[in-house]
């Protein structure tokens, strides 16, 4: 194998593997230097001439011209009667370049330089990837899907690298054939094995806040601030904005007229419901536009136990709950209290407490209803199963009891 069709597969890597000229030709010069230990046990007198453009390699050995017969070191000298058949001009004691041909060398020792080569050049790629995404935490990424696994989908950036979404990180609602396009936010990336891993997320939270800056400009430009955010993905998430030029309403400029900024994240999200709340430090007043759409009577802080208790009237209360307990769910994680719902109306003269069906449901049961804000039949009636269910963890085989109970006393 001649330097030239070296070179051309040399130059083959550098155009696949996108690496820039002067890391190239140093890896080059490496791998050669240790070639020529090697053979040679030294390299201090070699030079070594690459120029990877032009597809030029040249290994130059010199050496001392020594009297015949004084040659100690073959590597580094040259008897004098060998070195005037070179050039009849030279010298004792002058130095004398000769040309190292490649096939010198042998063919299994430049196949081990490609080998080598391949290696270094393969660890410097996959080092290059693992900065770039590193650096990319928290952005959104555009790929197709290349291949789709029972846990994982194996996605490919514009430059063929490999990125992984796992299944908990995808919405539930999430579906994708091969070749379709996917936009996901960068996770996290970790060396595997010396194989860097990206995994993304559609999941996370920073996903939503950088569709925001994507469709909001305002928000792009910091006028607008996304104090958090919280979400069951799919399903609902509630943002908390807040803007320092008071020309600007956040939760409008979020929105967009009639809805078209929030339209293209909630599409993105595959139709997930989200609340955009503007933020304030008043803990009450920001409970109460967490609960939204609920209308909140009154609310009692208990700042040590971080506990709210909200009152608001019976018709408020399912709005306050929403379906399957997720308003209240995403209000406390939003506004870290832990809330619960109290109905604030008269007594019902024709209600019934709950401590009066002691005899007839199990006292821990009665307990967990109160634990919800129901301190009373009607109040415990006016909420569906599937809701008392998921707001008490009680299962839905003992709610529905329960309700037959407390229907059966009204009935009567």
Known sequence: MDSISLIDSFADFKEQKNIDRVTMMNILEEVIRNMIVKKYGEVDNFDII?????????????????????????????????????????????????????????????????????????????????????????????????????????????????????????????????????????????????????????????????????????????????????????????????????????????????????????????NENIDVINYTNNTQLFIQRALSPAKVVSINLDEESHRARVYLKPDQVSLAIGKGGLNIKLASRLTEYEIDVYRDDEPDVEDVALDDFRDEIEDWIIDALKGIGCDTAKSVLEIGAEDLASRTDLEIETVNEVLEVLRAEFEE
């Open 50 to 270: 690459i120029n990877v453009d032009k597809g030029d390699l040249e290994i130059w050995q010199n050496r001392e011209i020594v009297e015949d017969g004084a040659v100690e070191d073959p590597i580094g000298q040259i008897a004098y009667s060998e070195a005037v058949k070179i050039e009849p001009d030279f010298e004792i004691g002058e130095e004398v370049a000769t040309e190292v041909k490649f096939m010198d060398f042998g063919r299994r020792a430049i196949m081990a330089m490609k080998q080598n080569l391949n290696s270094r050049i393969n660890d410097l790629e996959k080092d290059a990837v693992y900065k770039k995404y590193k650096d990319r935490v928290g952005e959104i990424i555009s790929g197709e899907v290349y291949q789709i696994w029972r846990k994982e989908l194996l996605v490919l950036d514009d430059e063929g690298n490999e990125l992984v979404l796992p299944k908990q990180e995808m919405i539930p609602s999430d579906f994708y054939k091969k070749g379709e396009a996917l936009r996901a936010v960068v996770l996290k990336v970790d060396m595997r094995n010396n194989n860097p891993a990206i995994i993304l997320s559609r999941t996370a939270p920073e996903f939503l806040e950088k569709l925001f800056e994507q469709e909001v400009p305002e928000v792009f430009d910091g006028l607008i601030t996304i104090h958090k955010i919280v979400r069951i993905p799919g399903e609902r998430a509630k943002v908390a904005v807040e803007s320092f030029d008071d020309r600007i309403d956040p939760v409008g400029a979020c929105v967009g007229m009639k809805g078209s900024r929030i339209h293209g994240i909630v599409r993105e999200l595959r």
